[in-house]
């Protein structure tokens, strides 16, 4: 069986590195001020890949924190994938420009697929569409609005697109440390041929071991901050589970 890829997530508010609390800018927790030395300590810990937001820039719709992002992901000497107002092609020609493997597009998978389509087919394996849910439904212009789509119909609108993975977040769940919706996850991955990463909610490593079974179910990684930052989940450990 594959591993599941542990994602450490840095979330990038002002320059800071904070957490959400279901995606509310009003309520966030701040972590540090220095996104580079965050990024070294993930991979000190054993991670090789990294997820990094710009949550000014999901509510701006462009990039805001643009320089904390490449003090990041100069930073890091593994793979990192970044979202956060990416919603056209030069933006996500930009990212990919500096070394970012990989970048996570969200409010323009709803409103505009025909570009998420044509980015995924000019770059083969560099475009994750982020399927933020409330109560089922899409949610997007980060998180502030809920749609009249549900899901899987957004997920399955791109089956045959060629997109990395679909990026599934709890949005109710983001942030507050309840557990990863492995129920809702894992439906959706069966549900889809894209492979599925898991985000919203991870409390600790009992997450992580309730993830790990589903991987032939096309459950592939896992994104997780604020247990982390809390002190709840030990990365190292986290990347010992996924692995076995």
């Not at 509310?24 to 990094?52: C, I, K, S």
Request: net charge negative.
């Amino acid at each position: 069986m594959a591993a599941l890829t542990i994602f450490p997530a840095i979330d990038l508010k002002r320059g800071q590195v904070v957490r959400l609390a279901e995606g509310d800018m009003d309520r966030a927790t701040v972590y540090g001020d220095d996104p580079a030395a965050q990024a070294r300590l993930f991979a000190e810990a054993g991670a090789d890949h990294l997820h990094v937001v710009d949550l000014d820039g999901a509510f701006a719709g462009d990039s805001v924190n643009g320089e904390a992002v490449r003090a990041a992901v100069a930073a890091f000497p593994g793979r990192v994938q970044v979202g956060g107002g990416i919603r056209d092609m030069a933006s996500v020609e930009r990212w990919l420009a500096i070394g970012v493997a990989r970048v996570v597009i969200g409010t323009a998978a709803l409103k505009n697929p025909d570009f998420v389509k044509a980015a995924a087919k000019a770059h083969p394996g560099a475009i994750v569409v982020a399927v933020d849910a409330r109560d089922g439904m899409v949610a997007t212009e980060g998180w502030a609005d809920v749609s009249d789509v549900s899901v899987e119909d957004l997920s399955r609108r791109f089956e045959d697109a060629g997109v990395a993975a679909l990026l599934f977040t709890d949005v109710g769940r983001d942030g507050l440390l309840k557990g990863c919706n492995v129920e809702a996850t894992v439906a959706l991955a069966k549900a889809v041929s894209i492979p599925v990463i898991a985000s919203g909610g991870v409390a600790g490593i009992e997450d992580i071991h309730a993830l790990r079974p589903h991987v032939p179910d096309g459950v592939t990684g896992v994104i997780t901050g604020r247990a982390l930052y809390d002190g709840r989940l030990d990365l190292a450990e986290a990347i010992r589970v996924a692995a076995a």
